[in-house]
Every structure is written in C-alpha cells, then in structure tokens.
C-alpha cells in the first residue's frame, strides 16, 4: 500500500513525538519514585531512631529504682533505693 508523503511525514513525526514523550515520562517517573523511596526510607531511619533514644532514656531512668519480685517475676517494685551489685538473681 502506497502513502502520500504528507501521510507519511504525520506518521514520522508522531512517531519522534511519541518517543520523546515516552522517554520524559520514564525519566520522571523513575525520579519521582526515586524520590518517594528516599523519602521513606529517611522517615523510617527517624523514627527507628527516635523509638531507640526513648526507649533508652526510660530504661536508664526506670532500672536505676525499680526491683523485680524474685518469686513473681512480672511484678515490678519501685522503691527510693537502687538494687546492691550483691543482691543475687534469679535466673528463673
């Protein structure tokens, strides 16, 4: 089948247009989600961070007054005064 030149120069033409869009769209698209993921990945690194220091400061603040029942071990007892270093340890 024969197309006139003007048919064929719309077809070429709409050809390199497509193309070009294709490619943008792809460059976009990859920086958009490269972009997305970074940004993920920064918020999840703060917050581990976050939850980690207060974690930390509660177990520091909390252990230096708080003794543990020997004979039931899930009941905590505040008290004013530290555990003595020769205070033994149930291994329980």
Not at 3 to 25: N, P, Q
Not at 48 to 57: E, G, L, T, W
Not at 68 to 88: A, H, L, M, Y
């Amino acid at each position: 089948m024969r197309f006139r030149l003007k048919t064929k120069l719309v077809m070429a033409i709409s050809g390199m247009v497509l193309a070009l869009v294709s490619v943008l769209s792809y460059a976009y698209l990859s920086q958009l989600v490269r972009q997305r993921i970074n940004e993920t990945y920064e918020n999840g690194d703060f917050i581990a961070h976050q939850i980690y220091q207060v974690s930390r400061d509660a177990l520091e603040t909390d252990l230096s007054n708080t003794n543990v029942d020997e004979n039931n071990p899930t009941r905590f007892v505040i008290s004013s005064k530290p555990i003595s270093p020769k205070t033994p340890v149930s291994t329980r």
